[in-house]
């Protein structure tokens, strides 16, 4: 089953089309990469999936339900969950807390005024910070983890509404090699034990080439190249985009 479909996306800025014409899929249990040279219109097409931005043209369908242009706490509350380049924690804030606070939004509780997350949601979020190996840090201020560490408690916010499709905008930026791998590794067991949908952006290609089922290559706003990724490795234009090599 196709928990994302994308038909004839296109969004233009003045003359220039950001995203040209775009149609792809992602199904259940599915790693997608989305990838492409600066300016090919990656984070355009991303900011259309994640109710960011409007389309001119074109459907987004999330599991059977058209969502064109919906905000996005409506695609939060339809099971979409996200991550981003920068990670966006509350340094503050315990580790524990910032799952409460993700888990209480997906429940629609409101805080009384001086209260805290911390009564609310707290089983639930350590099972998440279990399920991504921080449970022992659980009562740490963010502000003193390390980077990596950082993107596992941002994982475990985005998984806070049981998200089905989860869209991840560079998950390992800024991360040392050894965790680069390790964070992929365990949002692939999580795409197994969820029946998670992933789309990702990502500009190491080791960590594109090496975790995603599938990848989607775009230049100047269209799929210029899409399939597995050593059928996308192999392909003349890819390899001319990012390898500057000419094409016989």
């Known amino acids: 089953m196709n928990l994302l479909e994308v ?9 220039v089309r950001a995203v040209d014409d775009v149609s792809f899929d992602v199904a259940a249990r599915e790693r997608v990469a989305l990838i492409g040279p600066n300016g090919a219109g990656k984070s355009t097409c991303f900011g259309i999936v994640g109710g960011q931005m409007r389309p001119d043209a ?5 599991a059977g339900e058209r969502v064109t242009g919906m905000d996005p706490a409506s695609l939060f509350r339809r099971g979409l969950g996200r991550t ?8 503050s804030m315990t580790v524990a807390e910032n799952v409460q606070t993700a888990l209480t939004s997906h429940g629609r509780h409101s805080l009384r005024p001086f209260g805290r997350a911390t009564r609310l949601s707290r089983t639930q979020a350590h099972d998440l910070l279990d399920r991504v190996g921080l449970g022992e840090q659980a009562e740490r201020p963010c502000a003193e983890l390390a980077y990596g560490d950082l993107k596992r408690v941002e994982l475990a916010m985005a998984l806070a509404n049981a998200p089905r499709l989860l869209l991840m905008d560079e998950p390992t930026a800024g991360m040392a090699p050894p965790d680069r791998h390790a964070l ?13 949908a992933v789309l990702f952006t990502e500009h190491d290609m080791d960590i594109v080439f090496g975790h ?3 990848v989607l290559v775009l230049d100047h706003g269209r799929i210029v190249a899409a399939g597995d990724p050593g059928s996308v490795r192999a392909n003349a234009e890819v390899r001319r985009l990012y390898l500057g090599e000419s094409q016989p």
């Open 184 to 196: 992929m590794e365990l949002v692939s067991g999580l795409v197994q034990d969820r029946a998670l």
């Open 212 to 214: 995603a089922d599938r």
């Open 84 to 91: 981003f380049q920068v990670t966006a924690t509350f340094a």
């Open 58 to 62: 074109g459907t987004v369908t999330l």
């Open 7 to 15: 038909r004839n996306v296109s969004r233009c800025y003045g003359s």
